[in-house]
């Protein structure tokens, strides 16, 4: 389990190469990277496999991520989160007030 900072990326998108002056592009600390520079498993390295994380936090979010390090481990893990063996909770914190009767919040999430 990796506890990732909001504000890093996963992996690069790929599209830095398609810009035409690298320059303008904002440079966002990944955890591909950070990976990689332990020198860990050979999973680590391998694009094939996701860098061995089993799934994806957008970048202003932080939270904890399961990383594998092994195959044999990717494999396991992907099967449970497949067949829905790992449960996974969210939780939102916001500004401001929301009544008692309110149960339920239908509206669409905004980053700031």
Request: net charge positive.
């Amino acid at each position: 389990v990796l506890r990732k900072p909001s504000g890093w990326d996963i992996q690069r998108s790929g599209q830095e190469s398609n810009q035409k002056n690298l320059k303008e592009v904002p440079t966002v600390p990944t955890l591909q990277n950070f990976l990689a520079s332990m020198h860990g498993p050979p999973i680590f390295g391998d694009k094939g496999h996701q860098f061995g994380m089993i799934h994806r936090l957008d970048v202003p979010n932080s939270g904890l991520l399961l990383v594998a390090k092994s195959y044999r481990a990717y494999y396991d893990l992907m099967f449970q989160m497949n067949t829905g063996m790992v449960r996974r909770d969210y939780i939102v914190l916001c500004h401001g007030w929301i009544p008692r009767s309110c149960h339920k919040i239908l509206a669409p999430l905004f980053w700031c």
